[in-house]
């Protein structure tokens, strides 16, 4: 059974930047593609950022950027000039190759003064 354990989550004041963790549990972990996900109180999750097999990354927003390290089974979100809006709990996901998806259980990034 994969696992996903997300870390790096903090508070930091408006401005300030954070990077996250995601480790896989997978010897196959090059092989799926895995995201950042977020969920603010109130309001539904949403795709923050993926990233695929061969590296190709897609984010939402240009202050955040997604990585991976094949050889380590992490992917990372480094989030910059963070906001109060950003608050919120991040999660890691993995969908491996027969489509089949796996969450992580969130870390809070908390933006405030």
């Known amino acids: 059974q994969v696992k996903l354990v997300e870390s790096g989550g903090a508070l930091v004041q408006p401005g300030g930047s954070l990077r996250l963790s995601c480790a896989a549990s997978s010897n196959i972990f090059a092989t799926y593609v895995m995201a950042w996900h977020r969920q603010a109180p109130g309001k539904q999750r949403e795709l923050v950022a993926f990233?695929?097999?061969?590296g190709a990354a897609h984010t939402v927003d240009a202050r955040f950027t997604i990585s991976r390290d094949n050889n380590k089974n992490l992917v990372y979100l480094q989030m910059n000039s963070l906001r109060p809006e950003d608050t919120a709990v991040y999660y890691c996901?993995?969908?491996?190759?027969?489509?089949?998806?796996?969450w992580g259980q969130g870390t809070q990034v908390t933006v405030s003064s």
């Open positions: 990233i695929s097999d061969n």
């Open positions: 996901y993995a969908r491996n190759t027969s489509g089949d998806g796996l």
